[in-house]
């Protein structure tokens, strides 16, 4: 085989290779794939342009372009020139004067951020090395379109790349199905991920896998309708012999087919993304609408209706439940709502208000947008599930416009060509290819599928693959033929093309190089945002980490997250080898807090505005004031500064606040002298955990121990009740989580929510239950009495109110009350149940009798009747009686031990040792392994002078619980 033909195909197996391997290696979202994607991408780009540089005869004869369509390549690759451009504009260092006028927002935050203020030249990006590469993984997009649409030649390698598409689809489907089917918490069975049940097929999230799915379909029924499917009949033959060509027909490579899209339609229902689902309704219509246009006649829609209903069909059947019940539903666990995406968006259109024209710099969103989330937005948002939205906020009006105008172009230019071209395969396969893009759009714009590489490879290879179709030459068999003048064609303009591919070339090669060195440096240690809790890196020690994040520095110097990972270790380091007794730490200790405190600034300086760098740095901060005050870098007003500033970033963020305060309590317990909130500062730990508790109440479950660790007692409680939001809520639960420390103050928080609470019922109904669990049960017995003049439909009130008057001695008004509530609700066995068991406190076993008799006449099933109607004949002395009814209650519930231990004993009194023995005997069968009913088996034995049979049971007691004294006493007795 020559060059000229061995290369061309090297180029296109590498480009199906790559649609192969991104999407199954978990959507190549985690950095070593990704950098794996760009080596792979770059590889082939530098292969491509050493072919066009050194062979000229691999030139292709494609329609010659019209002078509208060289305008628009014109205009492309100016629109991508500018939009490149303005990314590097983003990486430049500026002049404090010109960042101010260019970007006042961004000029505020260095200066409020930055450890020694904006006095340097910094650039426009607030997180410039997720900027850098991000520009790096664009380029390698930019370069695989251009690959792709100099490579596709033939129609054969159209099709080829659509049908490596759809079967890789495939193979996710059935495997996303079969995960689904078989309940399984783990991709491909191995690799857990903290996402179940909401990944799908090889992807994290399964919205992202349902949107590949989506462009498969729409691919898959381009080829479907770009061939010419035609059943053969003959009218001479019978109808039974049409109808098996039929069949024949259809349960080839058509069926085949057929079926692979009917399994990825069923998959994408049962993945349960709605926007998938919708995205690919509108790229439907679209394909209709683009076939109708193209293809009047209404004969093909008639032929093909019935395959799309059968696809339909197959979809809905695999996931109609599950689908209905999704569609149904608009907030799921673990998912974001409609509601909640609407408040993301309000939030990130704030932070385009706030930079407008320049954005916050490519990739920076999940670092700024904290400071823009409100409380209402639950948890950490890396992406604004609305990529146009957030391609505005990143890169400003004029990049956002300048990347639409040139998608826009692209399409535009596709849509024309398309229109001129009259070959029935190019007809037919660009509306699909066309809708299937406007689908992945529409779906961008309520998820974040652009930021998946998987997907966005798969996004630019359709964009290629449509702009090469309406270029491919019209005649099959000059694909790959060259003309003898074409092949000696090396005139200057080819010279100077050819050197503009070696030096892009060139370019391609030493962008390879630095994605190969990040590769490198992620198998020395991953990126943090992307290990799994039980990864080696968060099992292994300080010392093996430390020496790998070095190693991993040396290839990948400019990786901020190693840096921020370092400093972390180091502060870690520190706390692990100190102890707050420690007021001269060695020297080694403190120069880590410097070292750490070093590696902090330098994240800073590509992040300034990451909350958890300053978190980590203000730690760091805090320890050096804490164990060296005479060389600490802050003093104690500053530190506290410091934090409102570090505070000021994520507002929204309980974590953060909860955080800051702990930091704050430990240099306000480390500082010498007598601990009093009077510090004359604007900001004390209190303010910080009562933010936090008020965006998070159930932090407050966590503050009370750490204050009663880190203070004395008294001064503990105080700085809880401090601490606590002044809300009614915040009183009330307050008071609940100190009621085991001191009663008095949390009776004192009570009576202060209840007067400040808007409802008091749900206040009193607390305070009546703390009172009546610390025995105050006169005072409960009146809020009782309050609650049931108040709503006298409450029946847990009636309850409390009853259960407080036993308590007290009242049992006739516990007895009306009981009567009250049945009278109220008859049809509740519970109450009336309720009201037997006061009689029989009381001692009224007549009443309680009649009582628990009409509960069973009511309920027969209500099996604590039978029980208590037992007690009584057995205080009554009626033995007989109350077998009878023990035996109805084992005949509902036959394992329990209770009440077979209940029947023996009755039984015993009765005389009759061996039935109660059998009871026991079967009992044992229910649980063999208790050491209560061996022991039980051993006395019936031991009365019954089976000595040796008893020593037996004694034993086996003993062996599942040896700590018992009684069983081994009755086994020495039995010994001696």
Known sequence: MTVRRFLPKSLYGGVLLLLIWTPLALGSVHPLPSSLMQVHIFLLTALWLGCRSGLPDMRVHRPRAAASGRVVMICGISLFGLFVSLLIFQLLPLPPETLKWLSPSTCHFYNQLMPHGLDTPV???????????????????????????????????????????????????????AQQFSGTTAIYWLRETGYSPYFFGPYINRNHCAAYLVIAVLLGLGLLFARKHRIPSEPTRSHGHSWLQAVEYWIGPRGLWVYALATIAGALCLSLSRGAILSLLAGLVLFALLRRSSSPASGAWRRWGWILAMIGAAGLWVGVDPLLTRLTVDEMSGELSSAGRLGLWRATWDMVKAFPLWGIGLSAYPVVFPRYQTAELNGHFLQAHNDLLQLIAETGWIGGSLLVGLLVLIGGGIVRGWQRRRDP?????????????????????????????????????????????????????????????????????????????????????????????????????????????????????????????????????????????????????????????????????????????LWYQRALQQRPMDPDVHLGRLLGLQLQARFNPAQALLSESG??????????????????????????????????????????????????????????????????????????????????????????????????????QSWLQARSLYLSGLASAPSKAQGMKRYGEALHRHGAYTAAHAIWEQLQAANPHDAGVYLKLADTQRRLGKNASAVRTLKQLVTRFPGQPEYRHQLAATYLHAGQLAEAQT?????????????????????????????????AMMRKAIHMESGSIRFHSYLARLYRHLGANDVALREYQRLESFHPNNPDVLYQIGEYARLAGENRRAHKYYLRALRFNPDNVKFQQALDRLEE
């Open 123 to 177: 650039p426009l990006s607030l997180h410039a090395s997720a900027t850098r590469t991000s520009v790096v993984r664009f380029v390698a997009y930019a370069s695989l379109f251009l690959l792709v649409a100099d490579t596709i030649r033939t129609r054969r390698q159209f099709r080829g790349v659509v049908q490596v598409i759809v079967g890789v689809a495939w193979f996710m489907a059935l495997l996303g199905m």
């Open 425 to 597: 395969f190019i007809r037919g396969m660009i509306p699909a290819g066309l809708s299937a893009l406007v689908a992945m759009t529409l779906h961008a714009l309520v998820d974040f599928n652009f930021h998946i590489p998987a997907n966005a490879v798969l996004f630019t290879v359709v964009l290629a693959l449509l702009y090469a179709g309406v270029r491919l030459p019209r005649r099959q068999k000059r694909d790959l033929a060259v003309s003898e003048h074409d092949a000696g064609d090396k005139n200057r303009a080819w010279r100077y093309r050819g050197a503009l591919a070696v030096c892009g070339m060139a370019g391609v090669l030493w962008l390879c190089y630095g994605s190969a060195r990040v590769v490198v440096a992620n198998l020395w240690y991953p990126q943090p945002r992307f290990v799994r809790p039980h990864h080696w890196t968060q099992q292994a020690s300080l010392s093996l980490r430390h020496d790998r994040l070095q190693r991993a520095l040396r290839w990948h110097p400019n990786a901020d997250t190693y840096w921020l990972s370092l400093a972390d270790l180091e502060v870690e380091i520190v706390r692990q080898h100190l102890s707050p007794e420690d007021r001269q730490p060695p020297a080694d200790m403190i120069a880590r807090l410097r070292q750490a405190d």
């Open 639 to 740: 530190l506290v500064a410091y934090a409102a500033r570090v505070a000021a970033l994520a507002p929204a963020n309980p974590d953060l606040q909860y955080r800051l305060g702990a930091i704050l309590l430990a240099q306000e317990t480390a500082t010498p002298g007598p601990l009093t909130h009077s510090r004359q500062q604007s900001l004390t730990s209190s303010d910080f955990f009562r933010q936090a508790i008020r965006l998070r109440p159930s932090l407050a479950k966590e503050l009370l121990p750490r204050l009663l660790q880190s203070l004395p007692k008294v001064a503990a409680l105080t700085r809880f009740t401090q601490a606590i939001p002044q809300t009614a809520e915040g009183l009330l639960e307050a008071a609940r989580l100190m009621e085991d």
């Open 851 to 883: 009582e628990w008799q009409a509960v069973l006449r009511h309920s027969p099933y209500f099996i604590h009747a039978y029980i208590d109607l037992a007690q009584v004949y057995e205080r009554q002395r009626d033995y007989t009686g109350a077998i």
